[in-house]
């Protein structure tokens, strides 16, 4: 089971782009990563998800480098909305959210 | 609007009760997770059921018990309630695509619930 690691909070400023990196040193050869936003008191909401190098959708971009031991969540311009708990998870089945990343946007 | 029916969506009750929390998944979707959230914590992983068949399972104490039937809702029991049990829980179901793939979750509204 793969654990994953991120940093517990970032801030930034609305407009800049963030990346948030998760560290899965032991990721399973078939495992997916997938990333999730959470707001308070609602259930988390899919983001996007990738296998290996880069998958790009309307709201974010996933970067995963060749070892797959760790992937980047970008947020292009971010507005004072995208102030949420950000989660990665690796795999399927026994799917642990870990910790979290608290974004704070400022104006 | 996700899919995922939760009922009820608040619930308070007393120490040493039992109640069930309903979750009606997505169309279609044959896997449905269990998590636990309480005040200021991260999302506890319970247990997954995938056609009716327990697939995973997190640290679901003993007093927790949960099902999934054939029409594929579910059912999560909780017994000898405790202040501690007080959380928010929410259920999540998925087609779940296998081989390190779970597909996308949807997770409902949750049910909160308060011990007194």
Request: with cysteine.
């Amino acid at each position: 089971l793969a654990k994953t690691t991120q940093p517990i909070s970032m801030d930034s400023y609305e407009g800049q782009e963030v990346n948030i990196t998760c560290s899965h040193n032991n990721i399973a050869t078939n495992d997916y990563i997938t990333w999730y936003q959470q707001f308070p008191s609602q259930g988390p909401r899919f983001i996007i998800q990738g296998y290996k190098t880069k998958v790009t959708n309307e709201v974010a971009s996933l970067f995963i480098p060749a070892d797959r031991k760790s992937s980047t969540l970008s947020l292009p311009r971010v507005s004072l909305s995208d102030t949420a708990v950000y989660y990665c998870l690796v795999g399927e089945g026994k799917l642990i959210f870990g910790q979290g990343t608290e974004l704070s946007v400022k104006p | 609007d996700s899919g995922v029916t939760q009922t009820p969506k608040h619930l308070i009750t007393a120490t040493g009760q039992r109640v069930t929390l309903r979750c009606s998944p997505r169309s279609g979707d044959l896997s449905v997770y269990w998590y636990q959230q309480s005040l200021d914590q991260g999302l506890q992983f319970l247990i997954q059921y995938y056609n009716g068949e327990e697939r995973a399972k997190g640290n679901i104490l003993e007093r927790f018990s949960a099902q999934q039937f054939p029409d594929l809702h579910s059912e999560l029991n909780l017994s000898s309630l405790e202040l501690g049990d007080s959380a928010l829980y929410f259920c999540a179901s998925s087609l779940t695509l296998g081989q390190g793939n779970p597909g996308e979750l949807f997770f409902g509204e949750g049910s909160r619930l308060t011990v007194l």
